[in-house]
C-alpha cells in the first residue's frame, strides 16, 4: 500500500488546495470587510456564521463519522450506509428549512433584525444544501476521490467569491449612481428602482456576506445533481438504526464541542463589557481571530484526510505507532504556522483596517489555542476507534463548562481578550483529559517529551524574537521607519523561523525514532 505517512501527506495537499483557496480567498477578503463594513456589521456577520456552525452539527447527526466507520465494515455495503445517511439527512434539514421560511418574521424579530427576514431564509437554505452536500462530500473522502472533492470544494468557494466582488463594488456603485440619479440617498431606493434589492440593502452591510453564502451553496447542491441522479438508494431500516446508535453520541459530543467554539460569539450579546456596542467588539474580535487563520487552515485540511486515513489504518499492524508518530509531525508543523504568523505580525496586521487592529494582541492566544485544538483531534481518535463514542461526551462538555465559566465571569471586564484565554484554557482541558483516557482505554505509544520539546522550542523562539525586537527594533514600526530597519527585522525573524525548522527536525527525527511495522 506504499507509505502510509506519504499517502497522508498527499490526501492532504489535495484537500487542502481547495480548503487552502477557500481560506487564502475568505483571508483577502478581510481587508475588503474590514474597509467597507463597520466593526458592527460585521460582528453581525459572525454572529449569523455562529449560528450556522452550531445548527450544522445538528442537522447532520454526526453521519459523516458514521459513514467512515460503517462503509469500513466487513460485510456492510458502503452504497446502503451512504443511501440511508443521505436520506435522514435529507429529510432532517427539509424539515428545518420549512419552518425557518415559516417563522422567519418572528426569528428575525426575536434577535433584533426585523426588516431583515431574508438573511433568516437565506441561514436557513444555506444549512440545509450544506448539510445534505456534506455526506456526499463524505462519500467522495471514503472512495479517496479527492481531486473532485478539492473542485466542487473550489467552485464553491468561487461563486462565494464572485458574489462578494460583485455586491462590494459593482453592485453598491451602481445603487449609489441609480440614486443620485433620482436624487434620494442610496438607503431610500427601492425594489422597484433595482430589482436585486429583493434580496440585499443597497449599500455594503452583512447582507451582502450572506447572501453570497448562500449562492454558492446552490451552486455547490447543483455540482452533485449528476451524482445524485445516478445514485441508487437502498434504504436498510436495521443498517440506520446501528448507524443512528453509533452517530448520535458523536453529535451530541460534538455538539458542545462547536458550541465551545462558536459560544463566545453568542455571549457578546448578552455579557460583552458596553453592552451597547457588543456588535463592534465581536466584529473586533473576529478580524482578530482571522490572522489566526494559518494554523486553523492546516488543522482542517489535515482532519479531512486524516478520519478516514486514521479508520482505515486501524486494523494494520503497527498503527498506534504510526499515529503517534502523526502527532509528532502534526505538533511540528503547528509550531511553524505559529511563528510564521507571530514573527511578521508587523506585516500581516496591515490587512485590517484601521478601525479592528486594536484586537491584534489576542492572535497569539488564538494561534496556540488552535494548535491545541489540532493536538486534541488526534488523541481524540481513540474513542472513535474503540467505539467508546459516548465518553466524547464528556470530554466536550467539560471543554464547555471552561469556555463559560470564563467567559461569564471576564467578558464584562475584559471583553474578547476573555474570548481568547477562554478558547485556550477549554481546548486545553479538553486535550488533558481525552489523552489522559486515551491511554486508559485505547493507548497510543505518544512520545509526550518530544512534543512537549517542539512546543517548548516554537516558544523559545517567539520569546527570543520578542526579546531582541526590544533590544534591537523597540522603535521599529511599519510603515514609520526606514525601509532598511524593517528588512532587518524581518531578516532576522526569517533566520529565527529557519532555527527552529532546524530544531524541529532534529527533535522528530533523532535517533530512537518509532518503528512502524509491516
Known amino acids: 500500500m506504499g507509505n502510509p505517512l506519504k499517502q497522508l501527506a498527499g490526501e492532504t495537499a489535495i484537500y487542502g488546495l481547495s480548503t487552502i483557496l477557500a481560506r487564502i480567498i475568505n483571508f483577502l477578503f478581510v481587508p475588503v470587510y474590514t474597509r467597507m463594513l463597520t466593526t458592527e456589521s460585521y460582528g453581525v456577520v459572525t454572529e449569523f456564521m ?27 455495503d458502503p452504497k446502503a450506509v451512504y443511501s440511508n445517511a443521505l436520506a435522514t439527512v435529507f429529510g432532517v434539514s427539509a424539515a428545518f428549512l420549512a419552518m425557518m421560511l415559516a417563522f422567519a418574521g418572528p426569528i428575525a424579530a426575536a434577535l433584533g433584525y426585523s426588516g431583515y427576514e431574508s438573511c433568516i431564509r437565506y441561514v436557513g437554505g444555506i444549512l440545509a444544501l450544506d448539510s445534505v452536500t456534506a455526506i456526499l462530500f463524505a462519500k467522495l473522502r471514503q472512495e479517496h476521490k479527492a481531486f473532485r472533492f478539492a473542485i466542487f470544494k473550489t467552485v464553491k468557494i468561487v461563486t462565494e467569491t464572485a458574489v462578494n466582488i460583485l455586491m462590494f463594488f459593482p453592485f453598491a456603485s451602481f445603487c449609489a449612481a441609480r440614486a443620485a440619479a433620482l436624487g434620494v440617498s442610496p438607503e431610500a431606493l427601492a425594489t422597484s ?65 462547536i458550541i465551545n467554539d462558536f459560544l463566545d460569539r453568542i455571549l457578546f450579546r448578552f455579557f460583552d463589557t458596553g453592552s451597547e456596542a457588543w456588535r463592534s467588539s465581536l466584529g ?35 498503527s498506534k505507532t504510526l499515529y503517534a508518530k502523526v502527532m509528532e509531525y502534526f505538533t511540528a508543523f503547528c509550531g511553524l504556522a505559529f511563528l510564521c504568523v507571530m514573527l511578521y505580525i508587523d506585516v500581516i496586521s496591515l490587512i485590517l483596517g484601521r478601525d479592528f487592529r486594536e484586537g491584534i494582541g489576542i492572535v497569539p492566544i488564538m494561534l496556540v489555542s488552535y494548535m491545541f485544538l489540532g493536538m486534541l483531534f488526534n488523541v481524540s481518535m481513540w474513542y472513535k476507534l474503540s467505539g467508546r463514542t459516548s465518553m466524547a461526551i464528556y470530554i466536550t462538555l467539560a471543554g464547555l463548562v471552561v469556555t463559560v465559566a470564563v467567559n461569564v465571569i471576564f467578558m464584562p471586564a475584559y471583553s474578547y481578550r476573555a474570548s481568547a484565554w477562554a478558547h ?17 482505554y485505547y493507548p497510543i505509544p505518544y512520545r509526550w517529551g518530544r512534543i512537549a520539546m517542539v512546543f517548548a522550542g516554537m516558544l523559545g523562539i517567539y520569546g527570543l524574537s520578542v526579546w531582541l525586537d526590544g533590544i534591537w527594533f523597540a522603535d521599529v514600526a511599519v510603515g514609520a521607519s526606514g525601509a532598511g530597519a524593517v528588512a532587518l527585522k524581518l531578516t532576522v525573524h526569517t533566520m529565527l523561523v529557519a532555527l527552529y525548522l532546524g530544531l524541529a527536525a532534529f527533535i522528530v527525527r533523532r535517533k530512537n525514532p518509532v518503528q512502524l511495522e509491516s
Not at 62 to 72: D, K, Q, W
Request: charged residues 15%; glycine residues 4%; contains cysteine.
Open 50 to 76: 455562529a449560528y450556522i456552525a452550531v445548527l450544522q452539527v445538528v442537522l447532520v447527526l454526526g453521519l459523516e463519522t458514521g459513514c467512515f466507520r460503517f462503509a469500513n465494515k466487513e460485510g456492510t
Open 193 to 257: 428602482d433595482v430589482w436585486l434589492l429583493h434580496f440585499v440593502s443597497p449599500v455594503p452591510d452583512f447582507t451582502y456576506v450572506i447572501f453570497a453564502v448562500f449562492v454558492s451553496c446552490v451552486v455547490c447542491g447543483l455540482l452533485f445533481l449528476p451524482s445524485l441522479v445516478k445514485f441508487s438508494f437502498e434504504f436498510d431500516s436495521r443498517l440506520l438504526k446501528e448507524m443512528l446508535m453509533y452517530s448520535l453520541p458523536l453529535m451530541v459530543a460534538a455538539l458542545p464541542g
Open 424 to 440: 485556550l484554557a477549554s481546548y486545553t482541558v479538553m486535550f488533558a483529559i481525552s489523552a489522559f483516557l486515551g491511554q486508559k
Open 284 to 318: 473586533i474580535y473576529q478580524a482578530a481571530v482571522k490572522l489566526s487563520v494559518i494554523m486553523s487552515l492546516f488543522i482542517q485540511m489535515f482532519r479531512f484526510a486524516a478520519e478516514p486515513f486514521f479508520f482505515q489504518r486501524a486494523s494494520d499492524r503497527g
